[in-house]
């Protein structure tokens, strides 16, 4: 079992940068990606970014593509999502997750860490 606990949030003018990270604990080794996803007031949840564990190859929604990088840390089991050029539909809750293999399902969701755009 893998414990994630996501953190970094705040609130932002539009056009600004936060950093968020993701810190793993538990089970983390053998994984096959981590990801983050977020969630507006009233919409389903959605993928924003992952990571590849044993390529670093990532991926991104195209609406952030050019503003956010996704990156990792091994040594301190942590995931990042640096946000960048934030834009008022960037608010949401944001969460980070781990897929256990190529075919699975993302899971092992955290509490989610609140980001506010303000116009």
């Known amino acids: 079992q893998v414990q994630l606990v996501e953190s970094g949030g705040g609130l932002v003018q539009t056009g600004g940068s936060l950093r968020l990270s993701c810190a793993a604990s538990?089970?983390?080794?053998?994984?096959?990606?981590m990801g983050w996803f977020r969630q507006a007031p009233g919409k389903e949840r959605e993928f924003v970014a992952s990571?590849?564990?044993?390529?670093?190859?990532?991926y991104y929604r195209d609406s952030v593509k050019g503003r956010f990088i996704i990156s990792r840390d091994n040594a301190k089991n942590t995931v990042y999502l640096k946000m960048n050029s934030l834009k008022p539909e960037d608010t949401a809750i944001y969460y980070c997750?781990?897929?256990?293999?190529?075919?699975?399902?993302?899971?092992?969701w955290g509490q989610g860490t609140q980001v506010t755009v303000s116009s």
């Open positions: 990571i590849i564990l044993s390529t670093d190859i990532t």
């Open positions: 997750a781990t897929q256990p293999t190529s075919w699975a399902d993302f899971g092992s």
């Open positions: 538990g089970r983390t080794f053998g994984n096959h990606a």
